[in-house]
C-alpha cells in the first residue's frame, strides 16, 4: 500500500515557468512533510519540509503548500532553472513515534532553457 | 561537515552468496536508515535504527538482516543475494525521532549475477 503519493511521474516545463509538483496521503497521523530532491548519480538532500501548523512554507523560489483537509501538499518552482532538473520526492513522518519516514515515487522535473 | 560514508561504493556479488554493505556516520545521530531505490519505487525503508544495539523492520526486510554494533556504524546484510537485490542502496542518518533531516550517504550500487 503506498501511503505517500506523487503526481506527475515526470514534468518538463521551460525556463522562467512554475513548475507544480503534487503530493498525498493517506495517514492522518504524519504531522512532518519534507521534499528531498535528488540529481542524476547523486544522492537524495532535503530541499525544503513543512509541519501542518502552518499551510505554507517559503524558501527562495520553492514554495510548499498544505491542505490538512484534503491531505494534498504541493511544491511550487517559481522562475524555474535549468539547474532544478531533478527527481523530487515527497516524503511524510508520523508523530506516533517509528522515526521513519514514507517516501513517494517522485516526479522528475526538466527544465528546458 | 556532516558526513554519512557508505563502502563499498560498487559491488558485484553472485547469486547465493553473502553480501555485507557498511555506512558510517559522524553526526552523532540516534537514528539510522537502510533504502534501496529502484526506478518507478523511489526510495523504501529496508531497516532501520534508534541507536547503537537496536535494529527495526522496516517497509521490505524479507532478505536482509541489518547490525548496528555502534553509533557510527550499521551494516545490511544480504545472507543470500538474489538477482531481485540487484539496486542503489542508501544509507542516511537522522534524529529528533525520525522528524528532521535525513542524511544520505553515496550510494551503494549493487549486482547480483
Known amino acids: 500500500q503506498q501511503q505517500v503519493r506523487q503526481s506527475p511521474q515526470s514534468l518538463t516545463v521551460w525556463e522562467g515557468e512554475t513548475a507544480i509538483l503534487n503530493c498525498s496521503y493517506e495517514?492522518?497521523?504524519?504531522?512532518?512533510f519534507p521534499w528531498y530532491w535528488q540529481f542524476p548519480r547523486e544522492s537524495p538532500a532535503l530541499l525544503i519540509a513543512?509541519?501542518?501548523?502552518?499551510n505554507k512554507k517559503e524558501d527562495g523560489r520553492f514554495t510548499i503548500f498544505f491542505n490538512k483537509r484534503e491531505k494534498k501538499l504541493s511544491l511550487h518552482i517559481t522562475d524555474s532553472q535549468p539547474g532544478d532538473s531533478a527527481t523530487y520526492f515527497c516524503a511524510a513522518s508520523s508523530n506516533t513515534g517509528n522515526y521513519k519516514y514514507v517516501f513517494g515515487a517522485g516526479t522528475r522535473l526538466k527544465v528546458i532553457a | 561537515e556532516a558526513a554519512v560514508t557508505q563502502s563499498p561504493r560498487n559491488k558485484v556479488a553472485v547469486t547465493g552468496g553473502k553480501v555485507t554493505l557498511s555506512c558510517n556516520q559522524t553526526?552523532?545521530?540516534?537514528?539510522m536508515y537502510w533504502y534501496r531505490q529502484d526506478t518507478g519505487h523511489g526510495l523504501r525503508l529496508i531497516h532501520y535504527?534508534?541507536?547503537?544495539?537496536?535494529?527495526e523492520k522496516g517497509d521490505i526486510p524479507d532478505g536482509y538482516k541489518a547490525s548496528r554494533p555502534s553509533q557510527e556504524n550499521f551494516s545490511l546484510i544480504l545472507e543470500l543475494a538474489t538477482p531481485s537485490q540487484t539496486s542503489v542502496y542508501f544509507c542516511?542518518?537522522?534524529?529528533?525521532?525520525?522528524?528532521?533531516?535525513?542524511?544520505f550517504g553515496p550510494g551503494t550500487r549493487l549486482l547480483v549475477l
Open positions: 542516511a542518518s537522522g534524529d529528533n525521532g525520525g522528524q528532521d533531516t535525513q542524511y
Open positions: 495517514d492522518s497521523t504524519f504531522d512532518y
Open positions: 553526526n552523532n545521530h540516534n537514528n
Open positions: 535504527s534508534y541507536g547503537a544495539g537496536s535494529t
Open positions: 513543512i509541519r501542518p501548523v502552518s
